[in-house]
């Protein structure tokens, strides 16, 4: 398997002790339900994810998208959509067939990546014509000001701003300049939030912190250690990867929606 090209890692600090190889796998958990049984499919936790140029294959067990809808997909993780209509940080009709579930951390230079290249082809090409929804989930694993970027986020949300401040957030050099509470204020103004004051109110509400928290506790709890992780209709895919890794895994998993009649594989009636 060859070496992927950047030895960095968007791994929480307080893993970096280790140096699990890029073949490490860890079955995938939600609470106390084991939803694969452990040695067939978990997350990669790797040291590496993204490649140095936007055509480079990244290789591994989270690259490897099979032409079968259906292989690799999870119900037990299909039914994390939420297919909330009224869900401030999600875009995409709530009945699409598709849903990419993103957990992701503003600090990660990946989920930059992953935002800024691979997104806007996603939503362009997929979720203008409904067949997909995208729903993140806040992902802070890089300490305070990466919680300070998550809880703008979710009160950037509140004022219906979300994916412009998420837009401003991933803008390139943007992360450099950190996340303190002045600069998430600052990048709220930039994504157009017209009350600053309920906006900063909101950030440091309990509200937030919840949301956050719940997010959180979500992507640790399907064995998530790294940034960005996704899953497409139960599918797990980690880091970022090529656009073709999400081109095949939404139309495999939009292939399988129709063979089944239904909205998507989340397990339960769109709402």
Known sequence: MPTPQNPKSSKPSKSSTSSPSANTRKPLVYGAVVVVAAGLLGFASYKATAPAAKDTTVTGPAAEISTEPDAGVYAELAKLARRDADDKLAIGPADAPVVLIEYADFKCGYCGKFARDTEPELIEKYVKDGTLRIEWRNFPIFGEESENAARGAWAAGQQNRF?????????????????????????????????????????????????????????????????????????????????????????????????TGAAGQAGEPAK
């Open 163 to 259: 994916w412009e401040f998420h837009r401003a957030a991933y803008a390139e050099g943007a992360k450099e300049k950190g996340f303190g509470k002045d600069r998430v204020k600052a990048l709220a103004e930039e994504a157009g939030v017209k009350d600053l004051d309920r906006f900063m109110k909101d950030l440091d509400g309990d509200a937030a912190r919840a949301s956050v928290k719940k997010d959180q506790e979500q992507a640790y709890g399907i064995g998530a250690t790294s940034t960005p992780s996704f899953l497409i209709n139960g599918r797990p895919i980690a880091g970022a990867q090529p656009d073709e890794t999400f081109t095949r895994a939404i139309e495999a998993a939009a292939e399988q929606a129709k063979t």
